[in-house]
């Protein structure tokens, strides 16, 4: 009989590309990883994996378990689902995932909330980008996914997934009082073509959006600093060193040093959105985290 511990932990040295990864996101140690995929081996009486160099890939055999087992795993993961909503008890583990603002603004007070309304059920947290997140909620490594959507600036969510929007959000443009347009009451790309800016690195959701505003100005943005942290935007305008575009939800108080603006023209809107693997639809555990972050 095939052990569904050690075929997770294939899928794993699949979708991190070897053992010592794959042992890492599981939090086992890699020859746990290493003996579990020897057990299946056994099991098989076929070789799952073949070493290239210095990792390891998947034989015409592991692909076909890892493919075929997937599916199996998700059918447990919805009949257990099933189960625990015939019961109607909100209990168990969850594995949530956010960016760093939803974290503090959204998720930080619900999983208060919800530990005092429902203390059988317990969630683990961890913060990371949203691409990231939703590789993590796709490949079950995690079961909840808070991601952000600017506009129209699309975000692949697989179609095994489900999503739901559970908020909408704001950004500002911070400026430091002295600014000569802090005291404006709305401010437009054409207002800010030779602002320096501060800002998330290339390749992030909100660098992308802050390179679309400026479509139709003929201009690209002026990037004078990068920080992955919005509360370290802050710190550069208060010092002097440009303006930045701040999300509203998780924002620290600015003080008396700074000023938001709203911007136009376009808005700067994200949909928050919670992302879980559909055999999950039927979990009174999701279904409480849900109802709770909408609320």
């Excluded at 994996?49 to 034989?59: A, D, M, P, S």
Aim: net charge negative.
């Amino acid at each position: 009989m095939i052990e569904l511990t050690a075929l997770a932990s294939l899928r794993a040295v699949d979708t991190h590309g070897s053992v010592v990864a794959a042992a890492d996101a599981l939090g086992y140690t890699p020859s746990a990883v290493s003996q579990q995929v020897k057990r299946l081996e056994r099991q098989t009486g076929v070789a799952l994996l073949e070493r290239v160099g210095r990792g390891v890939i998947l034989t015409d055999h592991g692909r076909h378990l890892v493919d075929a087992g997937g599916r199996l795993l998700a059918d447990l993961e919805e009949v257990e689902s099933t189960l625990h909503q015939r019961a109607g008890t909100v209990a168990g583990h969850l594995r949530l995932t956010a960016f760093s603002t939803a974290m503090r603004g959204l998720v930080a007070p619900v999983v208060r909330d919800l530990r005092a309304e429902h203390p059988d059920l317990t969630l683990s947290l961890t913060e990371r980008e949203p691409w990231d997140t939703v590789d993590l909620v796709a490949s079950g490594q995690t079961d909840l996914g808070v991601v952000h959507r600017w506009g129209d600036l699309s975000i692949n969510v697989p179609d095994h997934l489900a999503s739901t929007i559970v908020a909408r959000d704001l950004a500002d443009v911070v400026l430091h009082r002295d600014h000569p347009l802090a005291g404006s009451p709305v401010l437009s790309p054409h207002d800010l073509l030779d602002e320096q800016w501060i800002a998330t690195p290339e390749g992030t959701i909100c660098r992308q959006w802050l390179t679309r505003m400026y479509a139709g100005t003929g201009r690209l943005p002026r990037i004078a600093h990068t920080a992955m942290e919005f509360d370290s935007h802050l710190a550069l305008v208060r010092a002097g060193l440009g303006i930045a575009l701040v999300p509203r939800l998780g924002r620290q108080p600015l003080g008396d040093e700074l000023v938001a603006v709203p911007a136009r023209d376009p808005e700067p809107t994200r949909d928050v959105l919670v992302v879980h693997r559909r055999s999950m639809a039927d979990s009174p555990a999701v279904r409480a985290v849900l109802d709770h972050l909408v609320r």
